[in-house]
């Protein structure tokens, strides 16, 4: 039999990039959005979408433009600007040399709070802020394209081709950024301390 090996290359098809960075003045950030996060949850009902069995406080549906007020220009900006870079990185078009903002809402786990798979439609980036994070936190979860495979199969050792997810621990003051189509969660939250997110959505 002919050995093709010195013959045979591997490619690697459409990677699915993450963007994360450390904001410096977090615990600024998180001083002074803490309580307009709680007064926002004291004023706006749940609007966790039906199609979800998970339960979790969030304002995605029904006060989703925190973009817009004052003491969310900050964080904002930050976002705005690194929403840029990523789309540099991965050699986007930018029409108008910018990106913009185009929802931003709160999601809140407590105890035995997550949420279920989902892309955010209608959007080309997302990006998740972590405002705050306890120690034990629910990990945030990234789906492979290939966890949709119809047969599962036993692996020798596991790497980056046969991997069906991705678990990162969220770190307060970590600003994640990747395509909208990419398929994501939050983990079981199972400590008594709240976890909080600010989610967002962009265009350009």
Same mark, same amino acid.
């Given at each position: 039999?002919?050995? %093709? ?22 615990? @600024?950030? $998180? ?5 307009? /996060? ?8 749940? =609007? ?27 964080l904002s900006q930050i976002i705005a600007c ?16 910018? /990106? ?6 709160? +999601? /809140?786990?407590?105890? +035995? ?6 892309? +955010?439609? #209608?959007? %080309? ?6 405002? $705050?994070?306890? $120690?034990?936190?629910? $990990?945030?979860?990234?789906? =492979?394209? =290939? =966890? ?6 036993? /692996? ?5 081709? #046969?991997?069906? #997810?991705?678990?990162? #621990? ?10 909208? +189509?990419?398929?994501?969660? @939050? ?18």
């Amino acid at each position: 039999m002919i050995d %093709l090996t010195p013959h045979t290359k591997y490619l690697e098809l459409f990677p699915c990039p993450v963007q994360i960075s450390n904001v410096p003045d977090h615990n @600024d950030i $998180k001083k002074n959005l803490l309580p307009a /996060v709680d007064l926002i949850r004291s004023s706006t009902p749940n =609007s966790r979408p039906n199609e979800w069995a998970c339960s979790l406080y969030t304002t995605m549906e029904n006060n989703n433009e925190l973009h817009m007020l004052p003491e969310f220009a900050h964080l904002s900006q930050i976002i705005a600007c690194e929403l840029i870079e990523f789309a540099k990185y991965i050699g986007v078009y930018l029409p108008n040399d910018n /990106v913009f903002i185009k929802n931003m809402w709160i +999601n /809140v786990f407590e105890k +035995n709070c997550s949420t279920d798979v989902h892309v +955010n439609p #209608n959007s %080309l980036f997302s990006g998740i802020y972590i405002l $705050k994070a306890p $120690k034990g936190s629910a $990990k945030i979860v990234f789906d =492979s394209p =290939s =966890s949709e495979k119809m047969i599962s199969v036993p /692996v020798l050792e596991d790497n980056q081709y #046969n991997m069906e #997810n991705v678990a990162y #621990n969220p770190i307060e003051g970590q600003l994640m950024i990747f395509n909208s +189509n990419f398929r994501h969660r @939050d983990n079981l939250h199972t400590i008594d301390q709240s976890k909080i997110t600010l989610n967002f959505t962009a265009v350009i």
